[in-house]
Nanobody, 115 residues
Framework: QVQLVESGGGLVQAGGSLSLSCAAS????????MGWYRQAPGKQRELVAT???????NYADSAKGRFTISRDNAKNMVYLQMNSLKPEDTAVYYC?????????WGQGTQVTVSS
């Protein structure tokens, strides 16, 4: 079983920055993709960014140029640096770990951007 624990959410003014972290523990395949998704009230969960174990990244258009995803394979950690935050970035952010066999989610961390 895999557990994911996010940290780093909070309240920030528009234009500010936040950094999210996610720690994965348990039986983790060496070949996986880790990433961040978000869900705003009344909306579906959407991709923010992913990074695979080889370091290849993928970003939603809304995140390109403002957010940076990174990971530390030795520590089973994934990070999301969010800059130039906008009110529309307000959502619960979920950490995800995907392998060939399974898909795991963290409990989510709230990010609120005030205008």
């Amino acid at each position: 079983q895999v557990q994911l624990v996010e940290s780093g959410g909070g309240l920030v003014q528009a234009g500010g920055s936040l950094s999210l972290s996610c720690a994965a523990s348990g039986s983790i395949s060496s070949y996986n993709s880790m990433g961040w998704y978000r869900q705003a009230p009344g909306k579906q969960r959407e991709l923010v960014a992913t990074i695979n174990s080889g370091g290849r990244t993928n970003y939603a258009d809304s995140a390109k140029g403002r957010f940076t995803i990174s990971r530390d394979n030795a520590k089973n950690m994934v990070y999301l640096q969010m800059n130039s935050l906008k009110p529309e970035d307000t959502a619960v952010y979920y950490c995800n770990l995907a392998t060939i066999m399974a898909n795991y989610w963290g409990q989510g961390t709230q990010v609120t951007v005030s205008s």
